[in-house]
């Protein structure tokens, strides 16, 4: 089959659905069985093996603009599409072109604008509210994640059911236990880290639930004399502001320690250097972070909301996101009790086991088939 894949969320500093596009692409483009066309703006697969059977065209519209972006997907892509003679096009960021030639794949992370709207910035919720739904009736598969995005899906769009199919997402091979000195090494020098941390890995936004974090983290320092910090690190975002008044309000200074974004080669050294990983989101469809700790060794500890306690398991201690007192019991237990914190690390590490992105490619290209061939049929 000739196979389209919109690539046009790349090229910007990672997030959670960019950094799964790209791992699905380079999956793909490793070990693939199809003739694949990337439409991008930057080429993601420069520096990996890549199948002679797998190509880049990039676009020359600045699609790093939404509404540009939202325009070339409804109106220029179509048009690519038709010319391009493709078998199927693989939508892997929320939405498609709803005029698109041929069948579509299209892949919903989650359903944050239509079901936690105020956790949304205002674009969010425009774009997504506006052309999810389309979208969705335009597939003729819809991939997700977890089972709670699958429930949220129906629960918004209940025409869709019968076309939707779970596949979880993969954790990179560099995520592991063996350390690497070099980037240790860099990880300091960078950011000074030295000492014991507890750590968070996600941009300052809302849905994360931060400063609860930071209330918990004051909690536990008044419970317990622990030489620990609290390291929050991802991307500054719209909700940034709170989580500085609240380490402001704690009293709690230089504690906590505010990295911003940290380069995607330095993640497994921060994870391993951990003594825990705490992630008390009020929403995930599905959550890599945590999983990414676990197989890096970390325990780990998760809210009870969305999809975290389906993509965790038993692998993780569960907390009320809405209790701090709950998270830093929970945290104290961790770093106090040492039956608990080695138990959580051979659980998290036999559970993290179970993704792989080669894992995520098969199953997608499974769903491919599947389209294919009910086309055929049709």
């Not at 990880?187 to 609860?212: C, D, F, M, S, W």
């Not at 309000?249 to 505010?258: A, D, E, K, Q, T």
């Not at 391993?272 to 959550?287: K, M, N, Q, T």
């Not at 990414?292 to 201690?317: F, K």
Request: charged share 20%; hydrophobic share 45%.
């Amino acid at each position: 089959m000739r196979i389209a894949i919109d690539g046009m969320l790349l090229g910007r500093r990672s997030s959670g659905v960019e950094g799964s596009i790209a791992n699905l692409v380079q999956a793909l483009a490793t070990a693939g069985n199809h003739d694949y066309t990337l439409f991008a703006s930057v080429d993601p697969t420069s520096g990996t093996v890549v199948s002679p059977l797998f190509r880049v065209l990039a676009t020359r519209w600045p699609v790093r603009y939404r509404a540009l972006r939202i325009l070339w997907q409804q109106t220029a892509f179509s048009a690519a599409l038709s010319r391009g003679r493709f078998d199927l096009l693989h939508a892997p960021g929320y939405v498609a072109p709803v005029l698109a030639p041929v069948p579509v794949v299209l892949t919903l992370y989650d359903t944050l604008a239509l079901s936690h709207p105020a956790l949304c910035t205002p674009g969010n919720r425009w774009h997504y509210r506006l052309l999810l739904p389309p979208s969705v009736r335009r597939a003729a598969a819809v991939i997700v994640p977890s089972e709670v995005t699958r429930r949220d899906v129906e629960r918004f769009m209940p025409w869709a059911a019968d076309r939707i199919r779970i596949i979880p997402l993969g954790i990179e091979a560099r995520f592991g236990v063996l350390q690497d000195e070099d980037a240790a090494q860099r990880l300091q020098a960078t950011y000074g880290l030295t000492g014991p941390y507890i750590l968070h890995v996600g941009g300052l936004e809302p849905k994360k639930n931060l400063p609860r974090l930071v209330e918990a983290f004051h909690l536990l320092r008044q419970r317990r004399d622990l030489p620990h910090r609290l390291v929050i690190a991802g991307a500054p975002s719209w909700d940034r502001a709170e989580v500085e008044r609240a380490i402001r309000v704690s009293g709690l200074g230089n504690r906590v320690f505010l990295p911003g974004f940290v380069p995607a080669e330095l993640l497994p050294a921060l994870y391993r250097g951990a003594e825990l990983f705490v992630f008390p989101s009020f929403y995930e469809g599905f959550g890599l972070p945590p999983l990414e700790a676990m197989a890096c060794g970390t325990p780990v500890i998760v809210s009870d909301r969305g999809a975290l306690p389906e993509i965790a398991g038993s692998a993780a201690l569960v907390v009320d996101p809405l209790r701090p007192a709950e998270i830093a019991e929970a945290m104290d237990a961790v770093l106090t009790r040492r039956e608990v914190r080695t138990d959580l690390i051979a659980r998290g590490l036999r559970h993290a086991a179970g993704f792989s992105w080669a894992r995520t490619a098969a199953a997608t290209e499974a769903v491919y088939a599947e389209v294919a061939a009910g086309r055929r049929s049709a």
